[in-house]
């Protein structure tokens, strides 16, 4: 099973909006009926931090300007407003068939 | 509150074989899902295995016959033995709680460094 395919960078100013990319294929991100995408915040030496699950849904906690989205085989995940704090890499992830689990390649977001 | 604690990590040749533990604290593992992810050093995020409150269990292709995951439901905490190491398993090695209607991880531990080396 190959990961999912992310930009290996994005970037933005402050207040700006920044997308990132998440392209699977039919068996993982665009399977039928799946709403399975993941998103992950990772600062330098820290652990994972959920960000966005089902898609579209944040964790209590989670600012609202993190938003996520899917369309056939691509998932995306939006930030608005960009502050300094969001300077990250940001991993998707997403069920893929047979009881597995994958992960995009990570994308590093660096706010200008 | 919630903790997962990993321990075990450490530095092994090539071959050889190491245990993983995650002490969890808040909730009890064998009533959900758990996994392991590691992650090398520098590179992104890889699912390992999953077990499930049934016990049921998972693998990715990578570490098939060679990983097994298990818990010790007495102790709370959650295993993964390694063996046939290879210098590709190189990394930091996190349990994590999987949300059982989903599969995103809402709960991680600090993660745990192994390192293959001759």
């Known amino acids: 099973q190959s990961a999912l395919t992310q930009p290996p960078s994005a970037s933005g100013s402050p207040g700006q909006s920044v997308t990132i990319s998440c392209t699977g294929t039919s068996n993982d991100v665009g399977g039928y009926g799946y709403n399975y995408v993941s998103w992950y915040q990772q600062h330098p030496g820290k652990v994972p931090k959920l960000m966005i699950y089902?898609?579209?849904k944040r964790p209590s906690g989670v600012p609202d300007r993190f938003s996520g989205s899917k369309s056939g085989n691509t998932a995306s995940l939006t930030v608005s407003g960009l502050q300094a704090e969001d300077e990250a890499d940001y991993y998707c992830s997403s069920y893929a068939d047979s009881d597995k689990l994958i992960f995009g390649g990570g994308t590093k977001l660096t706010v200008l | 509150e919630v903790h997962l604690v990993e321990t075990g990590g450490g530095l092994i040749q090539p071959g050889g074989s190491l245990r993983l533990s995650c002490a969890v604290s808040g909730f009890t593992v064998s009533s959900n899902y758990m996994s392991w992810v590691r992650q090398a050093p520098g590179k992104g995020l890889e699912w390992v295995s999953i077990?499930?409150?049934?016990?049921?269990?998972f693998y990715a292709d990578s570490v098939k016959g060679r990983f097994t995951i298990s818990r010790d439901d007495s102790k709370n905490t959650l295993y993964l033995q390694m063996n046939s190491l290879r210098v590709e398993d190189t990394a930091v090695y996190y349990c994590?709680?999987?949300?059982?209607?989903?599969?995103?991880?809402?709960?991680w531990g600090q993660g745990t460094l192994v390192s293959v080396s001759s």
């Open positions: 077990i499930y409150s049934g016990g049921g269990t």
């Open positions: 089902e898609v579209s």
């Open positions: 994590a709680k999987r949300n059982s209607a989903n599969w995103h991880h809402d709960y």
